[in-house]
């Protein structure tokens, strides 16, 4: 949004609830902190992605990196973690906040809470870093177990995720301040979305909370002696699942509820847009067997069930497609765009936001495809563990979720620090460079992966690599070097809009808030309540997991020390 | 804005059908029908078609797998002509037996477990591939007909040798050719 100069779309309308609301100074503070901590912990974390790709040709610079960096596995270690876990946790909370105040147009109800909430997360954060710098946490972002951290490694992780907890209940909180004011009007869209996914992630953490306090914190502390390393398998993949809904929701909320007015249209359908968010509401969860196909210990009836409940995420990932390419094109048709496909040209291709999220988007439909693939039975023989694995991530949580991040951020940060965009010339060129960056790059992973290279592996160093490999090797690297200067470019482009003087409050960008076609007040009363969809949720979950779950709980053997020595 | 300036019966309408786009409807029609496709396709192919996943199998004991039983010497074992067995360990960092030598049209049955970490067991150019965990067995059965060598690659972080941690099988003409079995 006028980060790049447009004639003003006809459609001007904020929604009544919305009202023009601006966020105070210590709450734009408040989510600006969120977003700090979260562009810092991309940088680091991002930096050692294109160091793993060079590796793999043969360049290895950790020697360089020695007196912190020990070993190509601390610095994944990192990496994962960073970027994985904290860039997407403090931005997606931070947004999270900020469309609660926006969409509902009133402050949080419990600041304080959320404040406790936030520096919770950045104790967690910090107890959290602490190990792996110091090469005593060199486990992965998976921290399987009887790979063994030490003990504030586990319980920094916790508290990162149990500050999220506690905002998540400030959103809640909010919500029904709101609702006793508004009877009888729909919750907009912007903020339920955003708190949907607040609850499916109280949910859908259960897993790894329930590992690591029953589990790998004592274990760590030296209180037990071993553990049952597959049923620790089976309470991370309950979280390690629904976790990518997690990262993906909130650039949902983006897509349809801002990016449509970015380009001048409006929310193509206000209802479908609500039932999607409730569909991943319920069936995130009850699918992580998808990632223990190849597990011992889990039987095969149960990874059939949720290969099927995999593939119900399908539906509402179609009417999401559906929606928000028709929001688009009737932004672009109201600009003028005509023609099949034509009025894709007619999108405001020159703003650095849109850019970033529509080339998000597409990368994104690479990804998908990719996904169906990961999800059936037979191919996952194929592709499991192996180089494809990174290949498709780096479509959704490293370009659909986090090139949707840097686009909303261009917007974002400009609004929140009261200034404007430095350079969206010099953004828009980083929104192209990571799009073709990681299509290089992802490419040759997913061709990597199909010929059998292992993922988690320096390949520069491994013995067994054939000649057929190296080709692709080498675009692994060369996609990196793409991707290390986008990154860089994204960071300059941050840190120099944050040194630019505040310019005039009706110079900085406005939020960006689609109007439904249909007013949201047409849309049913059962598509903005809780409780139907809970109570859903937890039934299937119960079905889908209870029997396996309890079956696991019931014959735990503890009995998996791991290696005498640290094995890193 | 409030739905005030519709007409009643125009607002009905809408409320029933959600204000549902006529071609989002077929979208979603088609959407579910392909989602069923998908269930039938994944259904037959699991099991019908012969493709196997890992079950539960066999639990150990990874403090004392070692010691005894079939886990105390690893190794290939014919069971009778065209059929074989294997145990492996998978441990930091190395497999054993590194080598698994078998003649071409055999069918084998492969057992591997772990006394340490995890691990990983994926034979390059087939489809066996499984996670190697402390305290379960995993178990496959192929048949291997072509001659030629297939790597067997640890492909789950392991610590510092994960990236050595390999191994080969080794599919021959007849056995004796390359000494064992
Ligand atoms: C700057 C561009 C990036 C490059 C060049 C890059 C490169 C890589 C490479 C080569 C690997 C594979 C390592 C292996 O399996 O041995 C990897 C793993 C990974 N990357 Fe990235 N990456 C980048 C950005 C990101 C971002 C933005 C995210 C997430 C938001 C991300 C998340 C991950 C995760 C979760 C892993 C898996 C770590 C593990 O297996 O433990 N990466 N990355
Ligand atoms: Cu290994
Ligand atoms: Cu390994």
């Known amino acids: 949004m006028s980060v790049v100069d447009r004639p003003p779309s006809s459609s001007e309308y904020e929604p009544r609830f919305a009202g023009g609301y601006d966020l105070t100074r210590p709450e734009k503070r408040f989510v600006g902190q969120h977003l700090f901590v979260a562009i810092v912990a991309l940088m680091i974390g991002s930096l050692m992605g294109p160091l793993q790709s060079f590796q793999f040709s043969g360049v290895d610079l950790y020697p360089y990196l020695d007196p912190i960096i020990k070993s190509y596995y601390q610095g994944l270690t990192l990496h994962g973690v960073l970027n994985a876990l904290i860039w997407t946790t403090f931005f997606i909370v931070g947004f999270t906040a900020f469309t609660t105040m926006k969409g509902l147009g009133r402050s949080l109800s419990h600041p304080r809470l959320n404040q406790f909430g936030f520096w919770t997360m950045v104790v967690g954060l910090v107890m959290t870093a602490i190990p792996i710098l110091t090469n005593s946490a060199t486990v992965l972002y998976t921290f399987y177990p009887p790979l063994k951290a030490s003990w504030a490694f586990y319980l920094g992780l916790t508290l990162v995720v149990v500050g999220s907890w506690i905002e998540g209940w400030g959103f809640f909180l909010t919500l029904r301040a709101w609702r006793k004011d508004n009877r009888g009007v729909r919750s907009p869209f912007i903020a339920l979305g955003g708190i949907i996914n607040a609850a499916m992630w109280q949910i859908a953490t259960l897993g790894v909370a329930v590992e690591i306090l029953t589990m790998l914190l004592p274990w760590s502390l030296g209180l037990i002696d071993n553990t049952d390393p597959e049923l620790a398998r089976t309470y991370f993949w309950f979280t390690g699942h629904p976790l990518v809904y997690f990262w993906l929701l909130p650039a949902y909320v983006s897509w349809y509820g801002m990016l449509p007015k970015q380009v001048g249209g409006k929310l193509f359908s206000d209802s479908l847009a609500r039932l999607a968010f409730w569909m991943f509401l319920i069936v995130s969860v009850p699918v992580g067997f998808h990632h223990q196909f190849t597990d011992p210990g889990v039987p095969q009836t149960w990874k059939w069930i949720h290969a099927l409940l995999t593939y119900s995420v399908f539906f509402p990932s179609m009417i999401t497609a559906f929606t928000v390419i028709a929001s688009l094109e009737y932004g672009a048709r109201k600009n003028g765009g005509t023609g099949l496909i034509g009025w894709i040209r007619a999108l405001p291709w020159l703003d650095p936001s849109v850019a970033a999220q529509l080339l998000a988007a597409i990368l994104f439909m690479f990804g998908g495809i990719g996904g169906l693939t990961n999800a059936s039975y037979s191919l996952n023989l194929v592709i499991h563990n192996t180089a494809w694995v990174p290949g498709h991530f780096h479509l959704t949580v490293a370009s659909a979720v986090t090139l949707s991040f840097m686009g909303i951020s261009y917007w974002l940060v400009p609004y929140l620090s009261g200034r404007q965009l430095w350079s969206p010339k010099t953004a828009l060129v980083q929104a192209w460079t990571w799009f073709v960056g990681m299509i290089i790059f992802s490419n040759a992973m997913h061709v990597l992966g199909l010929l059998g290279a292992p993922r988690r592996t320096p390949l520069g160093d491994a013995t067994y690599v054939p000649e057929e490999w190296n080709g692709h090797l080498l675009r692994v690297s060369i996609g990196g070097g793409i991707l290390l200067v986008s990154v860089i470019m994204y960071g300059v482009v941050m840190v120099k809009t944050m040194r630019t003087e505040r310019v005039a409050a009706e110079l900085v960008p406005t939020v960006p808030i689609a109007e439904p076609i249909r007013s949201a007040q047409l849309t049913p009363v059962w598509l903005d309540t809780f409780k139907p969809w809970l109570i859903a949720a937890a039934l299937l979950l119960l079905i889908a997991y209870g029997p396996q779950l309890v079956d696991q709980i019931w014959n735990m053997n503890l009995n998996a020390p791991g290696p005498d020595s640290t094995p890193w | ?181």
């Open chain 2, 1 to 181: 804005m409030s739905s005030g300036e519709d007409g009643a019966p125009d607002q009905l309408v809408e409320h029933l059908s959600m204000g549902i786009d006529p071609y989002e409807k077929n979208w979603m029609r088609a959407s579910i029908i392909l989602l069923v496709i998908f269930f039938a396709t994944v259904t037959v192919a699991g099991f019908s078609m012969g493709i196997q996943v890992v079950g539960a199998d066999a639990e150990v004991d990874p403090r004392i797998v070692t010691d005894s039983g079939p886990w105390a010497e690893p190794g290939v074992r014919m069971i009778r002509p065209g059929e074989y067995e294997a145990y492996v360990i998978a441990q930091t960092w190395a497999f054993v037996p590194r080598e698994i030598v078998i003649p071409v049209n055999s069918e084998i049955t492969i057992h591997v477990t772990s006394p340490d970490l995890q691990h990983g067991f994926k034979v390059t150019d087939t489809n066996i591939n499984m996670m190697v965990v402390p305290g379960q067995v995993s178990t496959v059965t192929y048949t291997f007909d072509e001659i030629g060598e297939f790597p067997y690659i640890c492909h789950e972080y392991c610590g510092r040798g994960h990236v050595t941690m390999a191994g080969v099988v080794k599919v021959v003409s007849s056995v004796g050719e390359e000494g064992t079995p």
